[in-house]
DNA sequence: GGCAGAATGGACCGGCAAGTCCAGACGACG
DNA sequence: CGTCGTCTGGACTTGCCGGTCCATTCTGCC
């Protein structure tokens, strides 16, 4: 059943990112498949052509292509903690890619939907969070091993204490519309990790 | 406005209660109006006569009705936040009140329907937020005044790291199951505070 | 007790959107 | 060039759910 023609692909393809525009502009809430089928110009019986589980396994579907996403906007800063330049340059980064996608994280919103209550939506955006963490994590190991966090740290505490951070300041901004929180947590978060360096001795009285 | 007897106010609020039940079990979307109606056992009449604006003003009562919960749940320790062991206490009830919630935010569950569209709904979380946010930076303020946090630190962009990590630990909460990161994110917060303090203190949860 | 207005019951409507179906065009491959 | 499976079009069905309406009962008040 899974034997696409390259034609059928980029018909596939373009249903998941017509989806994923019209999800994004009007919410999981105000979108039909009819919205879908219009904007993308295929027909009723293609949605399920490709989708035969129906709005469902194509919500599924668009979740998995923001999710994509998500990781491939840090990059390749995410994938590169290695300096505290580097740490600066993706929080400016995460920061930047939320200011751009304005007050809406096409994720959330489609998870919010479907999330609950499908086990598979649920795989979708844990793994996500498990990818995201890892990369954050390593990039605290790195720096662990230069010297310049301390070692007593652990890094998967510190990963997803920061990942935590992240995840709400970007629901604040959503609500709020302002990215005040999510730079609060960024900037805590990190300088919490760099004032950790064993500076000039351990931290006792004399440091920062 | 219209008047209420104590008769009506009582269906009223056991409609809103119902419907918060029922959207926490099933979600919103699952939700209809005749859910509700079964398990408040109202009829049709009396949901839009409690509710003109249909669905979407019951909603925004439910959203209230949690909302205020959320503060409610935190109390006293939120308001009393004068000392490193409050602090914890503070933490730990957070912690166990989404425990004890299980994998489902209410609020956010609302809100991600509602949310985006509405004005008013939206206004609802903003207002909480703030609440919460003040909440905590006057604990820090108080903290700041008895010598125990750095007075260099912001009290504003602390709150908002503090609430960003929370949210983010609810969030994680949702779709991981666990709550390892609200935990990692308050537990590094506090920490960066206490940290911070210009005279030695006792570490941070070792109790005494 | 009587009347205004609130509270309630429940039948009914209208629209919408998910999903079905079949007829037919296109494209690959021998 | 034929034939088979993929791809496409779009009308149609179906069921649900928000919302309306009116008839009836209750409640408070004088």
Redesign the pocket.
Known sequence: ?R???????A?RQRIVEGAAETIRERGVM?????DVRART??????????F?G???ELLLAVARFEADRVLADQQPHLGELTSWAAWRAWRDRVVERYREQGRQCPLNVVMSQVGHSTPGAQAVVTELMLRWEAEIAAGVRHMQAAGEIDPGIDPGQAAAALLAGIQGGVLLHLSTGRLTHLEAALDMGIRHLRDSAPRVSPPYGAGA
């Open positions: 059943m034997t696409l023609t390259t034609k059928g692909a018909t105000d979108t039909t498949l009819d110009r295929t027909s009723k019986s293609q949605l399920f052509h490709y035969p129906g709005k469902e």
